[in-house]
Every structure is written in C-alpha cells, then in structure tokens.
T-cell receptor, first 117, second 110 residues
C-alpha cells in the first residue's frame, strides 16, 4: 500500500518567492497534519484537517503560511513570500478514522526539505 | 503548553550495549507514541502505550508508560547499528493533535 506521498522532496528557492508543498494522504485516512521540523525547534504542528476541514491552525507561524485541502486525497501548504527562516523539513502525516482522536498514531511522509536563500 | 522532555539528547554507544531513553512531562496524556526517524525520512511509529504502567515489547525494545501517564521510557537491549536514528516520543491528549519531544539521537557503533 502507498504511504503518505509528499512533493517536492527538495526545494531551493530565493527569499520572496512563493513555495507550494503537496501531500497525498493514505487513502481512507480522514485526518491530515502538516508539521515542520528544524534542529532548533524540533517537530512542530502547523495545522491539521479532519474530513478536509481545517480544525486547528494555531501552529501556523504567520499570515505568510496557508494550507488547503480541496479533497480527501490532496493538500497543499503554501508560503508566500518565503523567508530564510522558513528553511526546514516539512512533513505531512495522516491518520485513520478514530485513531488520531483516540491514540494519536500518525503515518508520516518522507518530507519536503525547503531551503530559502 | 504541554512539554515533553526527552533525555539524553544524544547517545553514542557500542554494538551490544543496553540503553534507556526517557520522555517526561508534567502533563497527563491519554496515550503516548514512540517513533524512530532515520535521516532523510519521516518518523515511523514503533509503539503506542495507553494504560498507566503498561509495558510493551517489540523484539529488543521495551516500552513503558508511567503509572501516572506523564512519562515513558524506551529500553533497547543489545543495541545494533540498525537501531541508529532519532527516537521521538509524542503525547496525545484526545485533542486530535500530538505533542512531540525534541528527540534522542542514538548512534550505535559497530
């Protein structure tokens, strides 16, 4: 079975450019999470969706960040304009019905490594 | 804010040695997960513990959830180079999101 699929795996861009990260969750999972991982701050939750609806976006750093989930099989995380401090590995994770609420088990993608110059 | 503190932050040992890493919090969690992350990959779930005092074994790995469900430990027996990686604990409070610790980076030298 395919796991969580993220693209691109690596992105290098210049400050001020728009960045769009993509995620395809595991089929049948109705929770989707976006995390950011850095050496300084570890793994931080940015936003999560349930049945395509954003539930908690309190972790989104600022208005430059936005996330959408137009359907059950696709989500995007957009940064506009990007800044060097946004450099990090961005992970998408999904969870099956009931599990996220009851036990918090997450299935992660391989991540998108973003470098903003 | 629910904080999960992991210790030690870094651990380097020889193959065959035993080790224990810890995950501590002042908050009570309904469940706790341990993940292992290898370079260039996402975290992979190892185990979930739910009941206070629960002990789970996964081959050479033994996981324990504290009686008060505030802390957990991971013990590895006879570590192997394949155990090398970043070990993350994550606490869940039935709020639909997990809080992750900063991780323990384990290096097992052959």
């Amino acid at each position: 079975d395919a796991g969580v699929i993220q693209s691109p795996r690596h992105e290098v861009t210049e400050m001020g450019q728009e960045v769009t990260l993509r995620c395809k969750p595991i089929s049948g999972h109705d929770y989707l999470f976006w995390y950011r991982q850095t050496m300084m701050r570890g793994l931080e939750l940015l936003i999560y969706f349930n049945n395509n609806v954003p539930i908690d976006d309190s972790g989104m750093p600022e208005d430059r960040f936005s996330a959408k989930m137009p359907n059950a099989s696709f989500s995007t995380l957009k940064i506009q304009p990007s800044e060097p401090r946004d450099s990090a590995v961005y992970f998408c994770a999904s969870s099956s019905p009931g599990l996220a609420w009851d036990t918090g088990e997450l299935f992660f993608g391989e991540g998108s490594r973003l470098t903003v110059l | 804010t629910q904080l999960l503190e992991q210790s030690p932050q870094f651990l380097s040992i020889q193959e065959g040695e035993n080790l224990t890493v810890y995950c501590n919090s002042s908050s009570v969690f309904s469940s706790l997960q341990w993940y292992r992350q290898e370079p260039g990959e996402g975290p992979v779930l190892l185990v979930t513990v739910v009941t206070g005092g629960e002990v789970k074994k996964l081959k050479r790995l033994t996981f324990q959830f504290g009686d008060a469900r505030k802390d957990s430990s991971l013990h590895i027996t006879a570590a192997q180079p394949g155990d090398t990686g970043l070990y993350l604990c994550a606490g869940n409070t039935n709020a639909g999101k997990s809080t992750f610790g900063d991780g323990t980076t384990l290096t097992v030298k052959p």
